[in-house]
Every structure is written in structure tokens, then in C-alpha cells.
């Protein structure tokens, strides 16, 4: 079972490699929008890819509003 | 359909509507590939009911303002039912909004009601400004089994037997309080009352008829102007069937179309464009031979649809092109932003046709619409029955500010009198944007008339217009700014014009994209070309319906970076 750091730091890992951003540029309570520099449908692919790599659903309207890694990892955890 | 001259209000059009198609699908609601909801307009009807008898016994009245905060689902339309039934004012809030914007706007729509989602109800409820709300009752939809609710009720709960007393309203009462986009500063609330939808819908269905059988695929918001009418009220009033997805993940929207046999979906140009590509990318694969077969094939379509879509003999000809649509699609909807008519012409020839409209809040839904006869891929089509439209003070180019008359211009702005006599003059509604008709009656726009640039030589120039000429660019976005609207300067000199390109990630400005650039460039007249461009880091703010925000881009430009980082070209 991972832990809350664990999932917060492998959505990190994810994110950084998949969208090309360094890292260490990434923070927990950042804005993914932002720090990504994506936009809704790009969010859609990160998500899908999240729930690939934790094998866990995350339905569309439990992410209303959720726009930090950190509470976006919440939700993740929540479900493993 | 019903005879809507009969209704005096949307919550008599619909209550009749019940009646009449009980029988008949109303609502689908799928999550991923699992259906979770099929509902006739009987079963709507007695859901709704125990809802408006429970609202009623919570001290709900006549009049009262009850605010929706909910993702595209059967409960938004349920619940607005019941707040149309009980004669009380529907205020469809933006679920996309932050939680401080929605409370901004309960705060100014004085909403005592509010039906929301579970989660965005949490993101209120963290909010400083949240114990200042003035709500009486709240509902929440989906709220976990123990979950802090906050005061609030479970909408699955919410119920009382009995029936509900039915509340007429008539034509020139308020139904809805709409914000238009331009939150953050100066809430627009733009107040519609029932004869504005009724009107509406009579106009659009006579172009866009729907029947029982018909399925409409809602993925726009249905707060938004667009799918409350064409997603809820249109197919609701003649017995057709709204088909919901609790996702808009691209894979299950494509399987959506098949499962379901889609008619109608509307969307938004950034969708659209995604589509397109899609397409393209699935055609480009295609071994040699197959792919000479679609373009013959699409060759002779676009031929037999010069004058008028066929869209018999194009799901003949395109068979497989369609089928990955359902097969039952008929016309796709689009509007509230500047369509690229390359995207527009690629469906058409294609056998399906994209309806590429033109609209605001303010003046109900939609104004103009692609009829098809024939279609125009560089206008957004022609008046609707019952619009009159007007081009104010055309300049030699037969371009002016469009104003609308008709009975689907809004009442007015909410507690803002002076925005509404600014805005609504003589009856004659002052749209802000610039438009020219063209000899055969299809309107052209051209952009916002604040956006609108005079050159040094005295032309007016829309930063919209130039734009298009850019369509395809392989960047990620890309607008056009003049550089003293970014950077004011005492002495404005020649006015120089720029591409702000915002690139795709690992992205660079490779010879081959300049080149592009300026071969593009060429194709406009000497005063409209662009001297240069500009790298800028950031997606551009957008506002719901994907309008580019300029006036908070170039803000944020004009803060970040000087004119010296404008590439000259």
C-alpha cells in the first residue's frame, strides 16, 4: 500500500515526464493548469493516464473544482 | 412539437410536454460505457414532483431565486423543472467557475436556493467569503454515504409525497438569471424572462426541428445559453431524448455517438478542431488505395452538396465515416466563438454538417444560423425567423456594430441600469460586435468592436479577421494584438501588428513554421499584415465559451514582457 507522499510524488513523476516539464518545477499545492501550461482536454489525458498507472477510476465530477496535485493525490489515495 | 404560442411560460411547456410524451425517452445518463439512467417523461415527470412537493415545504415561493451548480447530469434537468414548476427564477451557474466566483455570483443574484454538486459544494464551503452566503436551502447531489454536508440536504433525499402546487407565470415574467461571460470585475446577470425562450425555441426548432427518436448529445454545459436550449427546453418540447455523459474523456465521447445513434450534438470550436484532427490523423494512415477511395468519395459528395447537404446519398458514399459517428448524426452545432471555415468546410464535405451559428446571452441564444441553403463556411448564416437585425453605422466597407431586435432580447441586467441603457437602445440591442451582410443575407463577422484597431492610415483592423488567415498554424494558439494596445506609448507611431504564439511543449520556432508564417502573412493586405512576433509561455485565458480574454492577455504580456521581445518577421 503506498502511501499519501507516495501518490503525491508518483503523480508528480507522471505529470513531469509526460507533459516534458522538469520536475523540480513542479510543487504539490501548484496549479496543474498552470504548471503544465495545459488546458481541459489535455487534463482529461493526464487523468486517464493517472488511472492507468494506480489502476483506480476517477470519475469526472469528483475532480469538479480540484486543480492542485496535492488534493488531486487526495482523491487518488482515497481510492487505493 | 407543442404549439408553443399556447405556453405562457417554460414551466407550462414542459408540464404539457410530459403529458403528452410520457411515454417517450427523455434522459440517458451514461458514465464511461455504463448506462446509470434511462428515464421516460412519465418518470420524470413523478421524480420531479416529489422534489417541487419537498422545495414547497422547505418555503420555497413564487419568485424565489434558486441557483444550479452541476455538471451535465438528469438531476440539473430535473431540478430545473421543479424550480420552473414552483414559478421561481432559475439561475444556471457556470460549474467551471471557482468556488469564489460562485459565491460572488449567489451573492449578487440573491439566490435562496441552491442545488449543487457534492464536491463543488465542498470547494464552497473552504472559502473565506462562504459564511457570508445568504442561502436558505441547499441540496447536494452524489454526497458520499457520512459525508460533512454542511448544512446542506441529500438531493436523493429530498422528497416528500404528494403533488406540488403548479405556479403559472406569464410570458414577460422572469425565468432565468444568466451570467454572461465577464466575472471577476462587473457581474452581467442578464435577466430572460419566459417569452424570451419560448420565442427562442419556436425560432430554432423551426430550423432545427427535433421528434420523438431524436437523441441530442449534451456535452456543452447546460448552463451555458446553447445546451439549456437545444439540450434541454428544444428536444423537451417535442418529445425527443437528451443523452447525457458524466465524462467528455475523447474515447468515450467517440463511443457515445455509436452507442446511443446520436442526431444532434453541439460544440465547442476547440472540440470541433480536436475532431477534425482525429480524423485527419485516421485518414493519413490509410494504405494508398482505401485512401484514394475517401478522397473520390468525398469528391463526389462535396459535388451533389454544392447547392444542399444530402445527407442519404453522403451515408452512402462515406459509410464508414459516419458510422464511427453512429450513423444517425444529422448536423452538429457550433457558435459563441470564431469558427475556422477550413474546420466547417472539412465536415461538410464530409456529409456532416456543422451549423456554425452566432449568439449571446443577452439576446436568448442564437441570432443567426447556418440553414444550409447553401452553406457558407466564411459567415454564421442568416437571421433566424423572428430576428431583425441591424448594421449601425456601416463604414465604406459595409462594416458596423450588429444590433438585434427581436422577442428573445433579454430584459435587462440584473441591478444595473446604466449597463442596460447602454447596452439595450431604443429596443435595439448593441451586441459589440462588428459584422457586414453579405449579398445573400449571410452575416460576416469580424470581432469585437473594442477590439477593434484603427491603423495609422485610417483602416480598421479586427484582430478576429487576421486571425483567420492564420488557421492551421502548427502551434499550440496563437492571436493577433497591435503592440501599443500591449504597450501604450505617449507617441504611438506606426502601429505595428503581431502573431502572439503560444507553442506546443518542447516545441521551437523552427525555419519551416517562420516560413509559414510569412508565406500566410502574404495572403493579407499590406495594412493588416503582421511586422513580427511574440513567444508567450502561458495558455490564454479564456472564457467559457473559449473566447480569447485579450484584455487580461495583454495585461499579463504587457506586465511580463517589453516590445523589445517582439521577433520582427
Not at chain 2, 412539437?1 to 445518463?29: H, K, P, V, W, Y
Amino acid at each position: 500500500m503506498r502511501t499519501a507522499d507516495q501518490t503525491l510524488d508518483e503523480i508528480l513523476n507522471l505529470a513531469a515526464t509526460h507533459f516534458k516539464v522538469p520536475r523540480e518545477k513542479l510543487a504539490p499545492d501548484e496549479d496543474f493548469f498552470k504548471a503544465l501550461g495545459i488546458d481541459s482536454l489535455q487534463t482529461l489525458d493526464l487523468l486517464t493516464r493517472l488511472e492507468n498507472h494506480f489502476d483506480v477510476e476517477l470519475p469526472d465530477y469528483e475532480l469538479q473544482g480540484v486543480s492542485d496535485f496535492r488534493t488531486l493525490a487526495s482523491r487518488i489515495q482515497a481510492r487505493l | 412539437m407543442l404549439n408553443l404560442d399556447q405556453s405562457s411560460s417554460l414551466g407550462a411547456a414542459l408540464r404539457d410536454a410530459l403529458d403528452r410524451f410520457a411515454l417517450e425517452t427523455c434522459l440517458i445518463e451514461a458514465d464511461r460505457d455504463r448506462e446509470k439512467t434511462r428515464l421516460t417523461y412519465s418518470d420524470f415527470k413523478e421524480i420531479a414532483r416529489g422534489l417541487g412537493r419537498a422545495l414547497e415545504d422547505a418555503g420555497f415561493k413564487p419568485g424565489d431565486r434558486a441557483a444550479i451548480i452541476m455538471s451535465n447530469q438528469s438531476k440539473w434537468l430535473i431540478s430545473a423543472y421543479a424550480i420552473f414548476y414552483g414559478g421561481a427564477v432559475l439561475v444556471p451557474l457556470d460549474y467551471k467557475l471557482t468556488a469564489a466566483e460562485h459565491l460572488q455570483l449567489l451573492a449578487h443574484s440573491q439566490a435562496r436556493f441552491l442545488i449543487v454538486e457534492y464536491y463543488l459544494w465542498q470547494a464552497l464551503a473552504r472559502e473565506p467569503e462562504f459564511q457570508n452566503h445568504k442561502l436558505q436551502t441547499v441540496l447536494v447531489t452524489e454526497a458520499p454515504l457520512n459525508a460533512e454536508l454542511n448544512g446542506a440536504y441529500r438531493w436523493e433525499d429530498f422528497r416528500r409525497k404528494g403533488t406540488p402546487e403548479f405556479v403559472l407565470r406569464q410570458r414577460e415574467d422572469v425565468a432565468c438569471i444568466v451570467y454572461s461571460s465577464g466575472t471577476g470585475g462587473r457581474p452581467k446577470g442578464c435577466v430572460l424572462t419566459h417569452e424570451n425562450y419560448l420565442e427562442q425555441c419556436k425560432s430554432l426548432t423551426a430550423w432545427y426541428p427535433f421528434w420523438p427518436g431524436v437523441r441530442y448529445l449534451s456535452i456543452l454545459p447546460t448552463n451555458h445559453a446553447i445546451d439549456f436550449m437545444v439540450g434541454f427546453i428544444g428536444p423537451f418540447v417535442c418529445g425527443a431524448c437528451v443523452v447525457h455523459l458524466r465524462t467528455l474523456r475523447p474515447e468515450f465521447v467517440r463511443d457515445a455517438f455509436v452507442r446511443y445513434k446520436i442526431t444532434y450534438v453541439s460544440l465547442v470550436p476547440m472540440v470541433l478542431k480536436n475532431l477534425e484532427r482525429g480524423l485527419r490523423a485516421k485518414f493519413a494512415e490509410l494504405p494508398g488505395s482505401k485512401r484514394f477511395l475517401l478522397d473520390q468519395a468525398i469528391s463526389v459528395n462535396k459535388f451533389f452538396s454544392q447547392r444542399r447537404p444530402d445527407i442519404h446519398l453522403s451515408r452512402v458514399l462515406l459509410r464508414s465515416v459516419h458510422k464511427a459517428f453512429g450513423g444517425e448524426l444529422r448536423a452538429m452545432f457550433t457558435g459563441g466563438a470564431f469558427m475556422e471555415p477550413s474546420t466547417l468546410q472539412f465536415f461538410y464535405d464530409l456529409g456532416i454538417p456543422v451549423a456554425n451559428g452566432y449568439g449571446l446571452t443577452e439576446a436568448g441564444t442564437a441570432v443567426t444560423l447556418n440553414d444550409f441553403k447553401p452553406f457558407r463556411a466564411d459567415t454564421v448564416g442568416k437571421p433566424l425567423p423572428g430576428m431583425d437585425l441591424r448594421i449601425l453605422s456601416p463604414d465604406s466597407d459595409g462594416i458596423g456594430e450588429v444590433a438585434v431586435k427581436s422577442k428573445t432580447v433579454m430584459s435587462h441586467y440584473l441591478d444595473d441600469p446604466e449597463l442596460t441603457a447602454e447596452t439595450i437602445v431604443d429596443g435595439w440591442l448593441l451586441t459589440g460586435d462588428l459584422g457586414r451582410f453579405d449579398g445573400s443575407g449571410h452575416l460576416q463577422l469580424f470581432g469585437r468592436k473594442k477590439n477593434m484597431i484603427v491603423t495609422e492610415g485610417g483602416k480598421n483592423v479586427y484582430p478576429e479577421d487576421i486571425e483567420s488567415v492564420f488557421d492551421g498554424l502548427p502551434v499550440k494558439e496563437y492571436c493577433i494584438f497591435a503592440a501599443n494596445f500591449i504597450w501604450p506609448g505617449k507617441n504611438l507611431g506606426p502601429e505595428m501588428l503581431m502573431l502572439v504564439l503560444r507553442l506546443e511543449a518542447g516545441q521551437a520556432v523552427s525555419e519551416a513554421l517562420k516560413q509559414e508564417i510569412i508565406t500566410l502573412n502574404r495572403k493579407l493586405p499590406d495594412f493588416k499584415r503582421v511586422a513580427g512576433y511574440l513567444l508567450w509561455e502561458k495558455d490564454f485565458p479564456r472564457t467559457a465559451s473559449m473566447k480569447i480574454k485579450r484584455t487580461v492577455l495583454a495585461e499579463e504580456i504587457g506586465k511580463t514582457l517589453g516590445r523589445a521581445a517582439v521577433v520582427a518577421l
